[in-house]
C-alpha cells in the first residue's frame, strides 16, 4: 500500500473498532456474565476486555512493525508460503462462520421481539444483503460508515443506562468477585470472543496515516466499547439481580423495557433501544463480511476485492440457517466464539514472537 492511499486517521480507525465491537451480543451478554460468576458479572465482563486489548495489541503490534501489509500478507514473510496461507484460509472461515451466527442471532431477534410473522429467513437475508452492498465501497467509505454510526451507537445506549441506574438495588451486585469465581475464567473466554471483530484492525493499519499510532487506537477503542459492556452489565445485575437474569433470554433488551424516560415522556425504551441495536448489528456484520471479502481477496492474489461480496452471499446464508433452533444456535455461537480465539488471539500473538525472533520488520513507521 502506497503512502498515497494513507487517508484514515486514528479517531477514524478507532471509529471502526468501536462499532464493530458493539453488536449483536449486546443482548445476551449479561446472560453470559452472570452465568460465569452471578453477581460477579461486572468483575468477568473487565477481565475479558483486557484479555480482548491483550489480543488487540499483538495485532496493533505486527501493524506497526509491518505498516504496509495486511496480516494475510506479512504471516506468508514469517512462517511460509503455505503454512501461512492455510491459516489464513482458517480465519477467512471463521469469519464466514461468524458473518453467519451473527445474522442468524439478529433474525431471530427481530422475529421474536417485532416482526413475529415474518420467516427468519427473510429477515436473515435482507441483513446480510446490506451488508454485501456496502462490502463494495473502499476502505475510505467503509470507515465513514463506521465513523458515521458511532455516536448514534453509543449516545442512546448510555442514556438508556443511566435512566435504568435509578432503580438498581447495589446489594444484587454484592460479592463483587461473585459466588461461583470457579466459573469466571469460561466466562472470561465466552465474553471476550464478542470482541473478535476488532480484528478487522489488520486491513486498516496499512490504511492509516500513522500507523505507529496502532497501539494507541486499540487501548482507546477497548476503553470505550468494553467500558460499555461493564456499565450495561452492571445495570442489569443491580436492577434484575442475578437469579432474575438467569430466566431471561436477551436480558439488556428487557432492561430498555424497564426503562421510561423522565415524567413518562416513553414509558418504555424498547423500541428505540432495538433501532440502535439493528444499527450495531449492521455495523459489526459489516466488518466481519467485509474482512472475509478482502482477506480472500488477498490471499487468491486477486485485484478486485468487490468480487467475492455477492459470491460469498450464498455460503454466509446457508451456514446461517444451519442451526435448527435459537438454543442451538447460541450453541454454536459460543463454540464458534471459543475456538475463534485461537486464531484472533494467539496466531497473532505467535506471529509476532516469530517476528521479534528473526527480526523481520516492513518499511520504517509513519510518524
Same mark, same amino acid.
Given at each position: 500500500?502506497?503512502?498515497?492511499?494513507?487517508?484514515?486517521?486514528?479517531?477514524?480507525?478507532?471509529?471502526?473498532?468501536?462499532?464493530?465491537?458493539?453488536?449483536?451480543?449486546?443482548?445476551?451478554?449479561?446472560?453470559?456474565?452472570?452465568?460465569?460468576?452471578?453477581?460477579?458479572?461486572?468483575?468477568?465482563?473487565?477481565?475479558?476486555?483486557?484479555?480482548?486489548?491483550? +489480543?488487540?495489541?499483538?495485532?496493533?503490534?505486527?501493524?506497526?512493525?509491518?505498516?504496509?501489509?495486511?496480516?494475510?500478507?506479512?504471516?506468508?514473510?514469517?512462517?511460509?508460503?503455505?503454512?501461512?496461507?492455510?491459516?489464513?484460509?482458517?480465519?477467512?472461515?471463521?469469519?464466514?462462520?461468524?458473518?453467519?451466527?451473527?445474522?442468524?442471532?439478529?433474525?431471530?431477534?427481530?422475529?421474536?421481539?417485532?416482526?413475529?410473522?415474518?420467516?427468519?429467513?427473510?429477515?436473515?437475508?435482507?441483513?446480510?444483503?446490506?451488508?454485501?452492498?456496502? !462490502?463494495?465501497?473502499?476502505?475510505?467509505?467503509?470507515?465513514?460508515?463506521?465513523?458515521?454510526?458511532?455516536?448514534?451507537?453509543?449516545?442512546?445506549?448510555?442514556?438508556?443506562?443511566?435512566?435504568?441506574?435509578?432503580?438498581? $438495588?447495589?446489594?444484587?451486585?454484592?460479592?463483587?468477585?461473585?459466588?461461583?469465581?470457579?466459573?469466571?475464567?469460561?466466562?472470561?473466554?465466552?465474553?471476550?470472543?464478542?470482541?473478535?471483530?476488532?480484528?478487522?484492525?489488520?486491513?486498516?493499519?496499512?490504511?492509516?496515516?500513522?500507523?505507529?499510532?496502532?497501539? !494507541?487506537?486499540?487501548?482507546?477503542?477497548?476503553?470505550?466499547? +468494553? +467500558?460499555?459492556?461493564?456499565?450495561?452489565?452492571?445495570?442489569?445485575?443491580?436492577?434484575?439481580?442475578?437469579? $432474575?437474569?438467569?430466566?431471561?433470554?436477551?436480558?439488556?433488551?428487557?432492561?430498555?423495557?424497564?426503562?421510561?424516560?423522565?415524567?413518562?415522556?416513553? $414509558?418504555?425504551?424498547?423500541?428505540?433501544?432495538?433501532?440502535?441495536?439493528?444499527?450495531?448489528?449492521?455495523?459489526?456484520?459489516?466488518?466481519?463480511?467485509?474482512?472475509?471479502?478482502?482477506?480472500?481477496?488477498?490471499?487468491?492474489?486477486?485485484?478486485?476485492?468487490?468480487?467475492?461480496?455477492?459470491?460469498?452471499?450464498?455460503?454466509?446464508?446457508?451456514?446461517?440457517?444451519?442451526?435448527?433452533?435459537?438454543?442451538?444456535?447460541?450453541?454454536?455461537?459460543?463454540?464458534?466464539?471459543?475456538?475463534?480465539?485461537?486464531?484472533?488471539?494467539?496466531?497473532?500473538?505467535?506471529?509476532?514472537?516469530?517476528?521479534?525472533?528473526?527480526?523481520?520488520?516492513?518499511?520504517?513507521?509513519?510518524?
Amino acid at each position: 500500500m502506497t503512502k498515497a492511499t494513507r487517508d484514515i486517521t486514528a479517531t477514524q480507525a478507532s471509529a471502526v473498532l468501536v462499532s464493530t465491537i458493539i453488536g449483536v451480543g449486546v443482548l445476551p451478554l449479561p446472560l453470559f456474565a452472570v452465568r460465569a460468576a452471578d453477581t460477579g458479572g461486572p468483575l468477568v465482563t473487565l477481565l475479558a476486555c483486557v484479555l480482548a486489548l491483550i +489480543g488487540l495489541i499483538f495485532i496493533a503490534v505486527l501493524g506497526m512493525r509491518f505498516p504496509d501489509q495486511t496480516i494475510i500478507q506479512y504471516s506468508e514473510r514469517l512462517i511460509g508460503k503455505w503454512p501461512a496461507r492455510a491459516l489464513s484460509a482458517c480465519v477467512i472461515l471463521f469469519f464466514a462462520l461468524l458473518t453467519s451466527l451473527t445474522a442468524r442471532e439478529f433474525g431471530e431477534v427481530v422475529v421474536t421481539s417485532v416482526l413475529k410473522q415474518t420467516p427468519v429467513e427473510v429477515t436473515v437475508i435482507v441483513m446480510l444483503m446490506l451488508a454485501a452492498i456496502s !462490502a463494495r465501497n473502499t476502505l475510505s467509505t467503509f470507515v465513514y460508515i463506521h465513523l458515521f454510526y458511532v455516536p448514534l451507537l453509543l449516545v442512546p445506549v448510555l442514556m438508556i443506562v443511566a435512566l435504568s441506574l435509578k432503580n438498581a $438495588e447495589p446489594l444484587n451486585l454484592q460479592p463483587v468477585w461473585g459466588n461461583k469465581p470457579a466459573g469466571m475464567l469460561g466466562g472470561i473466554v465466552t465474553i471476550a470472543a464478542l470482541f473478535q471483530g476488532s480484528f478487522v484492525m489488520t486491513i486498516v493499519i496499512p490504511a492509516m496515516r500513522k500507523p505507529a499510532k496502532a497501539l !494507541a487506537v486499540s487501548f482507546y477503542s477497548i476503553l470505550i466499547a +468494553g +467500558g460499555l459492556y461493564v456499565v450495561i452489565v452492571i445495570a442489569v445485575i443491580g436492577v434484575f439481580g442475578a437469579e $432474575e437474569i438467569r430466566q431471561l433470554l436477551w436480558p439488556t433488551l428487557e432492561l430498555a423495557k424497564a426503562t421510561s424516560l423522565p415524567a413518562n415522556v416513553l $414509558e418504555r425504551l424498547d423500541g428505540a433501544f432495538l433501532a440502535v441495536w439493528v444499527t450495531a448489528v449492521f455495523t459489526t456484520l459489516l466488518s466481519s463480511y467485509y474482512l472475509t471479502s478482502q482477506s480472500l481477496t488477498q490471499l487468491l492474489r486477486l485485484q478486485e476485492p468487490r468480487i467475492f461480496t455477492f459470491f460469498l452471499l450464498p455460503f454466509v446464508f446457508v451456514i446461517a440457517m444451519v442451526p435448527t433452533n435459537i438454543v442451538r444456535m447460541y450453541e454454536d455461537v459460543l463454540y464458534v466464539g471459543r475456538i475463534g480465539l485461537a486464531l484472533t488471539i494467539v496466531y497473532p500473538a505467535m506471529l509476532l514472537l516469530i517476528a521479534i525472533l528473526r527480526k523481520k520488520r516492513g518499511n520504517a513507521l509513519e510518524r
